[in-house]
């Protein structure tokens, strides 16, 4: 088994959250706390007139809802099987996504300029000195002067086995869709055979269990409903 360690440069830049009822961890386990935190933040945000404002929270509580996550894929030093294998790992891992939660928050770009989220497939991928099957970095961010935010990332991904031969298609699906959870919000599962469950080599995950991402959809339709209700009270620009 390749445990999967992550470096998280988890940055939100704006207001702290303010902590209170409403947004409970509870209801959304499996999902990042600082996104919790952001709706209850955005709900304060909204009873305070601030609809802008809160607006910009719920995208980055929602990646991929409002507009698409623009993913740019390069390759080190992979063979033409190996890129054959990534470039049927991202498509396979980003669909299970838009099957799991109904959307389409994924979209691949020609220009890194362009991109949030940056994949690299490399031979190799090691985490602290030991072998990993994929590791992310990620950076979230709302801008309360212009109202903005961003999901930003960067995921590499490994095409050989630590043992020698390729990875599988499957096993870099599992990789794939693993990481973009990660950049959706979801946190590592410590039980096996879900999606954000560390890889097993010997046990590629088919398809995302579904129970693993209540706790995230629960979360995009919390989000979505604070959306609905600042647009209707923001005024035109
Ligand atoms: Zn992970």
New binding site residues.
């Given amino acids: 088994m390749i445990r999967?360690r992550?470096a998280v440069v988890c940055v939100t830049l704006g207001t702290l959250v303010a902590s209170g009822s409403g947004a409970r961890q509870e209801q959304f386990s499996g999902v990042q706390p600082e996104l919790v935190q952001q709706l209850q933040a955005a709900k304060n945000d909204l009873a305070a007139g601030n609809f802008n404002l809160a607006q910009a929270r719920m995208d980055m509580i929602t990646p991929g809802a409002s507009r698409q996550i623009e993913i740019y894929v390069q390759f080190d030093g992979a063979s033409d099987d190996a890129k054959w294998r990534s470039n049927e790992a991202l498509a396979r891992g980003a669909k299970l996504w838009e099957q799991a939660l109904h959307e389409h928050p994924f979209h691949v770009c020609d220009s890194p300029n362009r991109a949030d989220v940056i994949i690299t497939f490399r031979q190799e991928v090691f985490d602290h000195g030991s072998p990993a099957g994929g590791y992310v970095t990620w950076r979230r961010q709302v801008d309360e002067n212009s109202w903005t935010a961003a999901t930003k990332a960067n995921i590499d991904v490994r095409t050989e086995r630590p043992d020698g031969g390729p990875m599988s298609a499957d096993l870099m699906t599992h990789e794939v869709a693993?990481e973009l959870g990660?950049v959706l919000g979801l946190l590592?599962c410590p039980a096996s055979g879900q999606v954000?469950s560390p890889l097993d080599l010997n046990h590629p995950l088919e398809a995302i269990a579904l129970p693993s991402i209540d706790g995230l959809v629960r979360l995009r339709r919390a989000a979505q409903e604070c959306r609905a209700l600042a647009m209707v009270n923001t005024p035109r620009r």
């Fill in positions: 999967r992550l693993h990660h590592d954000m």
